[in-house]
């Protein structure tokens, strides 16, 4: 009996292993700093992650600089912050660990998170796809800009006169 157990998971090596190459992924970014922060060092931060991102084979698509903006509720006891967004796409999970370790010990930064978005927009795509297949099943209605008169009864008098056309006057 003792031999008949079986240690799941372990057969063929990990599963990072067997999934090959990861596909590229898209992922948001957005961090606040402090408002008292000077512009230079948000531009040191964002240095610092763009050469990270660089570093580890990662590439930004676009950084936008929001500015300052008033938060919703206090975070350590301030009202307002300097918003930075980044969009990046990656083949490798560890850019995002990286750049979450770099943005935790980086004082200006008081906030951030780090969105995957990809999900969502291949869940888009895949409900679209179903959409124009399922409207591609069924036949479209075709309206006419004028209908035909449909026999002797859609004469004027199915307009409402007992007389032909010719005799009413």
Do not use: N
């Not at 912050?81 to 370790?101: A, D, I, P, Q, W």
């Amino acid at each position: 009996m003792a031999g008949k157990f079986f240690i799941l998971g372990k057969r063929g090596g990990s599963a990072r292993e067997s999934r090959g190459h990861m596909e590229e992924r898209l992922y948001e970014l957005i961090f606040i700093c402090r408002p008292d922060t000077p512009e230079a060092d948000v531009d040191k931060v964002i240095a610092t992650l763009e050469h990270t991102v660089t570093e580890k084979g990662a590439k930004i698509e676009k950084t936008e600089k929001w500015g300052r903006k008033r938060m919703a509720y206090r975070v350590q006891r301030l009202r307002e912050g300097f918003y930075v967004f980044m969009v990046l796409r990656s083949s490798h999970g560890e850019v995002v660990k990286e750049l979450e370790r770099r943005l935790k010990v980086a004082d200006p930064v008081m906030k951030y998170i780090t969105v995957r978005v990809d999900e969502e927009l291949k869940r888009q795509d895949k409900l679209k796809r179903h959409r124009e297949k399922r409207a591609a099943r069924r036949p479209r209605k075709t309206v006419p800009s004028s209908f035909p008169p449909a026999g002797p009864a859609a004469g004027p008098a199915a307009a409402g006169g007992s007389e032909p056309a010719s005799a009413a006057s």
